[in-house]
Structures are given as structure tokens and as C-alpha cells.
């Protein structure tokens, strides 16, 4: 099936400049209070293409051998080892050598892949790592897997009630603990072997913090979230979140986009199970995520970048980063309408790459008729549309247009990432759904390059056939030149 063509340019619709107190009437974008710097600009630099997927796959593709630029990685599970030949199982990892040498077998046998399809036009072997459900949590594999060792969510970092909490002092130190030892050892062991250092080690959170809803249970609330306010810990300035703000200051000092305090959480709000998805509650379930995300970009340099910047010091330092996560999260106490500059962390904690994700297709799974009263401030297909007209512009199919706007949607968001933090270079990470066509991959990433991304990280799955790497391979050479 031949790809779609590209869809033309399309209109930018000038945001609204009504008075502050009137956002919840204004129609689509409404500016932010802060005036966003300009994006940073193109790097002459190609971008790298860094490609997860798995290690056994067809490496005389030109994908591989005829561009510099596109990187392999390698991916291990730090709950598990790797056989000699570099097969991972599910045998117990028993501390941070056991996956060091996971780490070295597997990259041996990426060597071994490659090197028959080696030639004068290649460049030295790069590659990055992937320490998989590093920081992660699967409950019912704490007393197996040693290695799993939670960030957030940590036994003894969780509420009286045995919850969740706010606060992660034990599990920073726990994975920091860990996290040492295995870089130090990794470290020596690239050199003792004087295999290359990775370009980059990018984490896959097995336990991150983007969809919890469920702070508030019932009325009265027995949620987490009023437990946590209550705990001793909320306000102890040995309990950040940031490094700066209790959890109770962070509630404390959020408001809206109209500098209103926070509305109270409405449990009697219409449609959704639990209320927290309600756009009632917009604001008050943002406020406790948003808090949560701090928390996990705070403790997540703490417990594993810091200590990469220490071990591996000078120019040739791998490159940190987590799919589906950057440096400026969605971590403001103020609310975000669709296409609002992410004006909230800047760049607090050094994060190398920022990693915004795009899946190729329509970024929310909310139906429009349950949010028909909903204000500008929620993204749905209406808001981005009144925001947006692309409808009136160009005549498009119902299945063109949602395509079209997730694409627009999707450079939009990276474009504001890329204004947040300057000194982070955006890395998207994109995975595919079967729908999405080369040229909406090549518009995404030449947009991206445009304003300032270093690089890409690219999802493949197993089954990887010669048609995605041919795919991909005119995808590098497009957004390449």
C-alpha cells in the first residue's frame, strides 16, 4: 500500500489575548504567563537514530553499515542474566556484577553480528545501553529478583497505610547503592576489555508515574494523596521532591492558569472511573501528578545521572535519558492548556536528553461526546481542533484529519520541551502503530531536528522485518541531510 502523501502546511491560528480571568472562555491556546525563549537551533550535526530492538537481526541491511549515524543498542534486564552466547533468562541476577556481565556478553555478540558486514565506509562499532526495569516495581518479584530494587514506591518509603507515597529518600539510596557498584564495575570492565564506551544508557521505567489517577478514593477522601499531606514527612525539608519543595509546598503554592488557588477535588464529577480522569478535576488531579513527576525526575538523577557523570567523566560520558520522560516532565504547579509552552522545571536536574514520546497516532483515548462541556484546558480532539482549524483548511477524510492532527500535536509538544530546556537536546521517542507513513516520519523528525533534537529513539519490535528497516533507512537519509 503506497504511503499517504504529505498534507500541506497548515494555518497557524493566532492564540487568543483575552484577560487572564477570562481563559475559560477563550477559544483553543491561550499564552503562558512566562514569554518562552526562542528553540534552540538546528545542530549541523545528522541526528543519532538509536534503535532498540533486539540483538539477532539482519545486519547486512545498508540501515546499519551505510550510515553513521544509525545506532544499535544493547538491552538488558537487570532482574535477569545473560547466557554465554548473550541469550537473557530469568535466572536471578544476584547483584550489579551479574548484569555487568550481562552487559559485556550481550555487546560481544552484537560485535560478532556485525562484524562480517563491516567495510571501509563504516565507521568505529557505537552503541547504547538500555538497563531495563532499572527503578521499576513488579510487586510479586521483590523477594525473587535482588536486582529489583524500586525507586518510587519503595516498601519503606510508602505510607502507614502501606501505600504510595510522596517521598523516596530509601528507594534513591537503595538504586544509588546499586547504581554505584554497577558503573563502577561496567566502567572497568569496558576498559579492561577496551570495548567502546556506550553512547548513551537510556532507562525504560517499569514504574513510572503517567497514569496515576487514583489519588483520591471516595467522599470523604481515604485516598493516598490526603494520607500523604497528613504525614510527618510532607513537610520535612529532608523530604523533597525537587530538592527544593516539600510535597505540602508544592500543594501549597500550585495555581491555575488564572492564578486561582487549585479547585478541591470533586468526587461526585460525572463519567469517569475513578473521578480523577473527570475534566472536574483537571487541576487538582494534575497537581499530585505533577508532584509525583518531579519526584521521579528528581530522584532519578539523583540515583542514577549524578553517578554517571561521576563514572564516566570527560567528553566520551554516555548520554542520560528515559523513554517518555524529560528533564521538565509535566512538573509545573501551574496547568497546561493544549500547545502551552512546558515552562516548569528548566532543566533542574542536568538531564542530558529529553525524551518526549510520539506513537504515531492520536495522543489521548478520550471520547469528545463525555467531554463536551469540557473548558480549552483539556486536549481534546474539539480544543485542538478550535485551536488548530486543519478541518477548514483542507477538506480531509475523518481518518486523514486525526492523523494529521496527532502528527501536529506531536511536533508541537517536542517543540516545547526543546523551549523548556535548551541546554537538554530533545531525543523523541517514537514507536509506530501500523498506520503511521514514512513521510509523517519524516515531517516529526525533520521538525524535531529543526528545533534543536541530537537524537531519535526508535522502538523496533522483535519481528523486525527488511521492509521497516527499509523504512527506516529512507527515514535517516531524509532527515539526515
Known amino acids: 500500500m503506497p504511503d499517504p502523501a504529505p ?8 492564540p487568543p489575548t483575552p484577560p487572564a ?15 518562552p525563549p526562542p528553540p534552540p537551533a538546528q545542530s549541523p550535526r545528522p541526528p543519532l537514530f538509536l534503535f532498540e530492538g533486539p540483538i539477532e537481526q539482519d545486519y547486512s541491511h545498508p540501515l546499519w553499515h551505510e550510515h553513521h549515524n544509525t545506532v544499535p543498542s544493547v538491552r538488558t534486564d537487570v532482574r535477569g ?10 535466572e536471578p541476577a544476584a547483584g550489579p556484577h551479574d548484569t555487568v556481565r550481562s552487559f559485556v556478553v550481550r555487546l560481544l555478540r552484537l560485535i560478532d553480528l556485525l562484524a562480517p558486514h563491516f567495510g571501509p565506509r563504516n565507521t568505529p562499532l557505537r552503541w547504547y545501553a538500555i538497563p531495563a526495569a532499572w527503578g521499576g516495581l513488579i510487586e510479586r518479584e521483590l523477594k525473587t529478583f535482588p536486582n529489583l530494587i524500586p525507586l518510587l514506591n519503595h516498601p519503606l518509603d510508602r505510607l502507614a497505610s502501606g501505600r504510595r507515597a510522596p517521598f523516596a529518600n530509601r528507594g534513591i539510596a537503595a538504586n544509588r547503592a546499586w547504581t554505584s557498584e554497577f558503573l563502577e564495575d561496567f566502567a572497568a570492565e569496558l576498559k579492561f576489555r577496551r570495548l567502546p564506551t556506550p553512547l ?4 525504560t521505567s517499569e514504574n513510572g508515574v503517567g497514569d496515576d489517577f487514583g489519588g483520591h478514593f471516595g467522599n470523604p477522601d481515604v485516598g493516598w494523596v490526603p494520607e500523604a499531606l497528613a504525614d510527618p514527612r510532607a513537610d520535612d525539608p529532608d523530604h523533597t521532591i525537587d530538592g527544593e519543595r516539600t510535597f505540602k509546598a508544592f500543594f501549597d503554592q500550585a495555581r491555575t492558569l488564572d492564578d486561582q488557588p487549585i479547585p478541591e477535588y470533586d468526587h461526585s464529577a460525572g463519567w469517569s472511573n475513578p473521578p480523577g480522569r473527570s475534566p472536574k478535576n483537571a487541576e487538582s488531579s494534575g497537581r499530585y501528578r505533577a508532584a509525583m513527576e518531579l519526584l521521579w525526575d528528581y530522584a532519578r538523577d539523583r540515583a542514577l545521572g549524578s553517578l554517571v557523570r561521576r563514572h ?3 567528553e566520551s560520558r554516555p548520554l542520560v535519558g528515559e523513554y ?4 521538565d516532565s509535566h512538573s509545573s504547579p501551574v496547568r497546561l492548556l493544549p500547545g502551552i509552552w512546558r515552562h516548569h522545571m528548566n532543566g533542574r ?11 504515531g497516532s492520536w495522543p489521548s483515548k478520550v471520547d469528545d461526546v463525555e467531554f463536551a462541556t469540557a473548558g480549552p484546558g483539556v486536549a481534546t480532539r474539539r480544543n485542538w481542533l478550535r485551536s488548530r482549524p486543519i478541518a477548514a483548511a483542507h477538506a480531509l477524510e475523518p481518518a486523514q484529519l486525526e492523523r494529521r492532527l496527532a502528527l501536529e500535536i506531536a511536533k508541537d509538544q517536542a517543540e516545547q520541551h526543546a523551549r523548556a530546556a535548551p541546554h537538554a537536546p530533545i531525543a523523541p521517542y517514537i514507536t509506530m502503530n501500523d498506520g503511521t507513513g514514512v513521510n509523517d516520519l519524516i515531517d516529526y523528525c525533520r521538525h524535531c531536528r529543526s528545533v534543536g533534537a541530537t537524537a531519535f529513539n526508535v522502538f523496533m519490535p522483535v519481528t523486525a522485518g527488511r521492509e521497516l528497516l527499509d523504512k527506516w533507512k529512507s527515514v535517516v537519509e531524509a532527515v539526515s541531510r
Open 7 to 14: 498534507a500541506p502546511p497548515l494555518p497557524q491560528a493566532a
Open 81 to 90: 542474566r545473560a547466557t554465554p552466547d548473550g541469550k537473557e533468562t530469568w
Open 200 to 203: 548513551a544508557i537510556i532507562i
Open 324 to 327: 517518555q520522560s524529560a528533564c
Open 21 to 35: 480571568a477570562a481563559w475559560r472562555d477563550a477559544p483553543g491556546l491561550y499564552p503562558a504567563f512566562v514569554t
Open 349 to 359: 536536574f542536568r538531564a542530558d536528553l529529553q525524551v518526549p514520546d510520539w506513537y
Open 312 to 314: 564516566f567523566p570527560g
